[in-house]
């Protein structure tokens, strides 16, 4: 199976902030990859798709690079609702896996 | 509107069964894989089965293969994952999610999930 490491695993920000998390693959996964944010009580939401591509209603603070093993989620300027927690997945292979999640706190 | 529904979650003791549903509207059922993701308490994501239209091609995760079958039922709409021989460590809530559709294999929707407490 593809192993997905994100880093850091609890990432404490302020409102305003511009905040990156990194996402890595045991393997190359093209540009194969989605990025979700959960928040507690909630189901997960899609906010990119192959690695970059914004899912519709996303806010434009949003964006997603790279390609291969290297990944990064970045938030422009951190909002009070984008404090939650972000999960990155491989769906290269058809046996998906996710990172273990990056919780960005206050 | 996407709409998917969870149910059948509980209480089970070490070793018991149980089943799972997870019904949809919204889209063209066949046209759409369609997966059950868990997330224990604690713990991130895992990605437990996945199955496409006429139930074909159909996966699971490592760690609850051989014990659990995912199935679809086309009239119904429906989705199931029938779990049996649990184990302490398969308390979670698990949630069916869609796929994008068209190859597009990224998870667009999600239901609110269903919680499911292994316990003696």
């Known amino acids: 199976d593809i192993l997905m490491t994100q880093s850091p695993s609890t990432l404490s920000a302020s409102v305003g902030d511009r905040i990156t998390i990194t996402c890595r693959a045991s393997?190359?996964?093209?540009?194969?990859l989605a990025w979700y944010q959960r928040k507690p009580g909630t189901a997960p939401k899609l906010l990119i798709y192959?690695?970059?591509i914004l899912e519709s209603g996303v806010p434009s603070r949003f964006s997603g690079s790279g390609s291969g093993t290297e990944f990064t989620l970045t938030i422009s300027s951190l909002q009070p609702d984008d404090f939650a927690t972000y999960y990155c997945?491989?769906?290269?292979?058809?046996?998906?896996?996710f990172g273990q999640g990056t919780k960005l706190e206050i | 509107e996407v709409q998917l529904v969870e149910s059948g979650g509980g209480l089970v003791k070490p070793g018991g069964s149980l089943r799972l549903s997870c019904a949809t509207s919204?889209?063209?059922?066949?046209?759409?894989?369609i997966n059950w993701v868990r997330q224990a308490p604690g713990r991130g994501l895992e990605w437990v089965s996945s199955?496409?239209?006429?139930?074909?091609?159909?996966y699971y995760g490592d760690s609850v293969k051989g014990r659990f079958t995912i199935s679809r039922d086309s009239a119904k709409k429906s989705l199931y994952l029938q779990m049996n021989s649990l184990r302490v460590e398969d308390t979670a809530i698990y949630y069916c999610?869609?796929?994008?559709?068209?190859?597009?294999?990224?998870?667009?929707?999600w239901g609110q999930g269903t919680l499911v407490t292994v316990s003696s």
């Open positions: 999610a869609r796929e994008g559709g068209s190859g597009r294999r990224y998870l667009d929707h």
């Open positions: 192959k690695a970059s």
């Open positions: 199955i496409g239209g006429g139930n074909r091609n159909i």
């Open positions: 393997q190359s996964i093209s540009t194969w």
């Open positions: 919204g889209f063209t059922f066949d046209n759409y894989i």
């Open positions: 997945q491989q769906y290269d292979s058809v046996l998906y896996t």
